[in-house]
C-alpha cells in the first residue's frame, strides 16, 4: 500500500490513498514494433483516470498490457500490490480487475438477462443482476431481448454490466462512448459517478473530452507510447493549451 498526500491527487479530501495499479518503466511491443516506452503511472482506490491522446498515441495498448494481453512486456506492474507482468490474463482478472473493449463482446445469440448470468464471480462483491437493473434501466427493460436486437448503447450497458458481476472493482474501459446517442452518455457518466462513490478504480480511454472532463480526477495525456504530461481536474483551464497541443487533429 503506499499513501500520497492531497496536493499531488487534485486536492481529494481522502483519509488515505491506497495504490491499487502501479506501472513502472512499462514497455510492450507488437512483434518487431515498439509500442509502449516506459509508462510509469500509479491509480489510486476510487479515483478515475483518465488517458487522453490521438489514434496510435499508445492508450489502448497500456490497457492490454496491465491486463496481459500483450504478449511481451517488460517492467513492472503491481496491482493491489503483487507483480502482474508474468501472470496469464485470467489471473490478472481474479485481482479484481475488469476489461471493456472497444468491440464489446456481446454473445449476440443470448439475451440480456443470459449475457448478465454468463460470467463467472472472480472475486467477492459482484452485483447481483437486481442491481444491475437498478443501476442500468434500460438493460431491466431488454432483459430478454437478444444481444442482436440491442443499440449500440443497450450494448455498451451490457458490456459493463457484465463486468461489474464478476466482482472486479478496477474497470479499464476504453471508448465506452464512441458512436452512442448523447442521452446514452449521459447515462453512462452518471453509472461511472456511483461506482465512483462506491470505491471503484476506473482507467479510462475516451476520445470525448467534455464527457471525460467532469468525470475524472486526473488527465493523463499519451503521446507517441509515453505518458507526456498530467492535469489535475482543477487545473483544466489553465493548461487548456495543453489539450490543444496533444488532443487537436
Known amino acids: ?39 510509469d503511472m500509479t491509480v489510486y482506490r476510487g479515483e478515475l483516470v483518465t488517458l487522453l491522446g490521438r489514434n496510435g498515441s499508445g492508450r489502448t495498448t497500456t490497457l492490454r498490457a496491465i491486463m496481459g494481453l500483450i504478449g511481451h512486456r517488460t517492467g513492472s506492474i503491481h496491482i493491489k500490490g503483487e507483480e502482474v507482468i508474468g501472470m496469464a490474463p485470467h489471473k490478472i482478472a481474479h485481482l479484481g480487475v475488469g476489461y471493456c473493449p472497444e468491440e464489446r463482446g456481446i454473445f449476440a445469440s443470448l439475451s440480456v438477462e443470459e449475457n448478465l448470468m454468463l460470467p463467472p464471480q472472480v ?23 437478444q444481444g442482436t436486437l440491442l443499440s449500440g448503447g443497450e450494448q455498451q450497458m451490457l ?33 461511472l459517478i456511483t461506482l465512483k462513490q462506491r470505491g471503484y478504480t476506473v482507467v479510462l480511454v475516451e476520445q470525448n473530452f467534455r464527457f471525460a472532463a467532469p468525470l475524472a480526477d486526473r488527465h493523463l495525456i499519451m503521446d507517441h507510447g509515453h505518458i507526456a504530461t498530467t492535469v489535475l481536474k482543477d487545473e483544466l483551464e489553465e493548461k487548456a493549451h495543453v489539450f490543444e497541443e496533444y488532443l487537436s487533429v
Open 1 to 39: 500500500m503506499a499513501v500520497m498526500d492531497n496536493h499531488e491527487l487534485g486536492g481529494q479530501h481522502l483519509s488515505e490513498h491506497i495504490e491499487e495499479l502501479r506501472l513502472t518503466d512499462v514497455h510492450a511491443y507488437y512483434g518487431e514494433s515498439h509500442a509502449l516506452h516506459g509508462i
Open 123 to 145: 472475486c467477492a462483491g459482484g452485483m447481483s443482476v437486481a442491481e444491475i437493473y437498478e443501476m442500468f434501466p434500460n438493460l431491466a427493460e431488454r432483459r430478454k431481448s
Open 159 to 191: 458490456a459493463m454490466a457484465r463486468i461489474l458481476r464478476t466482482g472486479a472493482n478496477i474497470l479499464l474501459l476504453d471508448e465506452i462512448t464512441e458512436g452512442l446517442a448523447p442521452v446514452i452518455v449521459d447515462t453512462l457518466g452518471e453509472v
